[in-house]
């Protein structure tokens, strides 16, 4: 089973709007990690956030880490349609990471 | 291009077969990690080396193995293929055996299509 579930799992917004993405976990974590994929290409390293870190910005992306409720948003800002994409967050101690199921994000021009 | 190179990109076989997968780890990088990403199961840690050695197991069936070569390239080899193992093969890689602040880099799949 997946340690991360993403909310929701489709998106659909126009160009110039904010997409956000929300993230919910089960256990106790060092740190989560979004990625991007493309359509059925490799997945794309976004942004790092650690346990002890409520909000971190990359650029239009901002990232926010709620531990008491084990939940972590993605914000972006200014879509683009370039932005399209899946998106999933993971969380993983040690060496391994665990995915969510990811959202399929869709900005339409 | 991310630096990690997986090779094939596509493959067809049928079922019963064995293939081999390839993936050259990012420049420096020394440990490899394997995943599986199919529509019904998800994004599946399969095995992690590092160094050359076996670091950690996931969901990786008896049918599949890997290994890591002293030249850091790892091949993950998967037979008597079913149906069920139709699925995207990730490689990723990373510095550190527990990938980092900048997270891990994968390559582009290798698409596994069993018929």
């Known amino acids: 089973s997946q340690q991360g579930e993403e909310d929701p799992q489709a998106l659909s917004i126009q160009e110039g709007e904010n997409a956000t993405m929300n993230c919910s976990y089960k256990t106790s974590i060092n740190n989560l990690q979004w990625y991007r994929q493309n359509s059925g290409r490799g997945l794309v390293h976004l942004i790092l956030i650690r346990s002890n870190e409520r909000e971190k910005h990359s650029g239009r992306l901002r990232v926010t880490l709620d531990t008491s409720k084990k939940s972590s948003s993605l914000l972006i800002t200014a879509s683009r349609a370039a932005d399209t994409a899946s998106y999933f967050c993971a969380t993983g101690g040690g060496s391994r990471l665990t995915f969510g199921e990811g959202t399929q994000l869709t900005v339409n021009p | 291009d991310s630096g990690v190179t997986q090779t094939p990109k596509h493959l067809i076989t049928a079922t019963g077969q064995r293939v081999t997968l390839r993936c050259s780890p990012r420049?420096?990088?020394?440990?490899v990690y394997w995943y599986q990403q199919s529509l019904d199961q998800g994004l599946q840690f399969l095995i992690q080396y590092y160094n050359g050695e076996e670091r950690a197991k996931g969901n990786i069936l008896e049918r599949f193995s890997a290994q890591q070569f002293p030249d850091l390239h790892s091949e993950l080899n998967l037979s008597s293929l079913e149906l069920g193992d139709s699925a995207l093969y990730f490689c990723?890689?990373?510095?550190?055996?527990?990938?980092?602040?900048?997270?891990?880099?994968f390559g582009s799949g290798t698409r596994l299509t069993v018929v």
């Open positions: 420049s420096g990088d020394l440990s």
């Open positions: 990723a890689s990373s510095v550190f055996p527990t990938g980092g602040r900048h997270g891990y880099t």
